[in-house]
């Protein structure tokens, strides 16, 4: 496997602690706290994560039922976080060879603008589905630029179960 | 390096399963289908209400937790708060009381009057306390999700009330919860009554402001509304029972080149901020039945137009 220089072999990654932390965050999405515009969505940054490294696990059909289920839970239109986080999550297939090369918080820059896009998704199908006026508050802008902030803590957090014991000898420099 | 350590299972080069492209595609068009189905037809209403059983448990086990804070706020909450809370309470019950001795005559004297005009009785709906779980996350959506469903007896399109006034009715019943369609909401109109004048017209949701409050449209410049009119329900729809308060006047536009009059209200009920709320059963079962449509068609919709069906 070519890697860049200098960056850790992790152990390979527990489908338990996979789907548990989902679940957890689509949980952290369910937390009845109204309605708050600027709110990152948790549950799209996990998503990010886990397609981004580990795309044969987790993909575009995790991303629709979890979709669906976020979409049941708001009282939304049924389908539209499915739409969402199925685009969402085959942008970050698309380039998860080209990310893993760059440190997290340059990997933020490059997911940020997937995060904006499923902020746009979405209010673009209320949009299309009949909305009368779609309430866009200004403060909206912020919840992809918090995911986008939040992708290392996510990144750190989420490998940290993966990361070995540092023993290095002389036969070993890993 | 021991085993177990690295993934044993390298990556198939062969049997890779559908492409990623092809997955979304795939995917993409279900959501469609599903949204299509979801806002312009009925269909997928027992998808959604399978869905929301099979996540009731995991919305339970999120809201302990805040209802655990909630609770402790209450118990926490100092003597001086709940002294002068039953102090305002019994302020209101004394108010409230000497109407309430005047009610048995004019209860009296009002079903006289009706068996002299020979109109219908009216009784109190049946209803049933619920309490709200959430407000919905979503910011486009005014909803509100009660913790009461098809098991308890909910039908969709019931009215929803709280102590002060109409809060919105519910629109989607699963088994075990119910969603509640805030009056507020920009797709949601509610007939009313203005008491000071007796003029009847429509109440829409207004999300313009992003605020709670209301919006009485296709009212000419110069009707009679004033700042501080109380508006009830009229009980025209055959859904809301007539005579309870829905919202007050808050500001009257009138411009010279506009053929009708910008007038907002503020809703009566705490619609932002209620806790516990009653679902009346619909008023339209002892109503008489509607004219065929092609008649006269009625000037406004009562129901939301999208969703609930009263």
Do not use: H, I, K, S
């Given at each position: 496997m070519i890697m860049p220089r200098g960056q850790q072999l992790l152990l390979p990654a527990n489908p338990l602690f996979i789907w548990g932390s989902l679940i957890t965050a689509l949980l952290a999405t369910m937390l009845?706290?109204?309605?708050?515009?600027?709110?990152?969505?948790w549950l799209a940054i996990t998503l990010v994560f886990w397609s981004v490294h580990q795309p044969r696990r987790v993909g575009i059909v995790a991303a629709f039922v979890f979709g669906l289920l976020v979409d049941v839970h708001q009282a939304a239109l049924l389908g539209q976080h499915a739409l969402a986080y199925s685009a969402l999550t085959y942008f970050a297939i698309t380039i998860h060879r080209r990310l893993l090369w760059f440190a997290p918080h340059h990997q933020a820059v490059q997911i940020l603008p997937l995060f904006a896009a499923t902020h746009l998704i979405i209010v673009l199908l209320r949009w299309i589905a009949?909305?009368?006026?779609?309430?866009?508050?200004?403060?909206?802008?912020?919840a992809p630029l918090l995911e986008a902030l939040l992708w290392p803590v996510f990144s750190a957090v989420l490998l940290a179960p993966q990361r070995r014991a540092p023993d290095p000898d002389a036969n070993r420099p890993l | 390096m021991p085993l177990g350590t690295l993934d044993r299972q390298p990556p198939p080069f062969f049997r890779q399963g559908a492409s990623a492209l092809s997955r979304l595609l795939v995917c993409s068009a279900l959501a469609i289908l599903l949204m299509v189905s979801d806002s312009r037809f009925a269909l997928i209403e027992p998808v959604r209400a399978v869905i929301a059983t099979l996540l009731y448990p995991l919305q339970w086990l999120v809201l302990q937790p805040v209802l655990a804070v909630r609770a402790f706020g209450e118990y926490t909450e100092s003597r001086d708060t709940a002294q002068q809370r039953e102090q305002a309470a019994q302020a209101q019950l004394l108010a409230q009381s000497v109407r309430a001795q005047q009610v048995e005559q004019l209860r009296l004297e009002n079903a006289q009057l009706r068996r002299l005009l020979e109109l219908r009785g009216q009784t109190p709906p049946p209803a049933t306390a619920a309490q709200v779980l959430y407000e919905a996350l979503d910011p486009f959506s005014r909803k509100l999700i009660i913790d009461k469903g098809q098991m308890q007896g909910i039908a969709a399109g019931s009215p929803v009330v709280d102590a002060q006034g109409v809060v919105g009715q519910v629109t989607r019943v699963y088994p075990l919860l119910s969603e509640v369609t805030l009056i507020?909401?920009?797709e949601h109109a509610i007939p009313v009554l203005?008491?000071?004048?007796?003029t009847r017209s429509v109440a829409f949701g207004s999300a313009a402001s992003g605020a709670t409050a209301l919006e009485l449209r296709?009212?000419?410049?110069?009707?009679d509304v004033q700042e501080g009119d109380l508006l009830t329900t009229s009980?025209?729809?055959?859904v809301y029972p007539p005579g309870v308060p829905v919202a007050r006047v808050e500001a009257v536009e009138r411009q010279a080149?506009?053929?009708f009059a910008r007038i907002r209200c503020k809703p009566?009920?705490?619609?932002?901020?209620?806790t516990h709320v009653l679902v009346l059963a619909p008023?339209?079962?002892?109503?008489?039945p509607r004219p065929s449509p092609t008649a006269d068609k009625p000037a406004a919709a009562p129901a939301p137009r999208k969703g609930g069906k009263p």
């Open positions: 009845p706290l109204g309605p708050l515009p600027w709110l990152p969505d009949g909305e009368q006026d779609p309430v866009l508050a200004w403060t909206a802008v912020f | 507020v909401a920009p203005n008491t000071r004048t007796g296709f009212l000419a410049t110069n009707a009980g025209v729809d055959g080149d506009a053929a009566v009920g705490a619609v932002g901020a209620v008023a339209g079962a002892d109503q008489p």
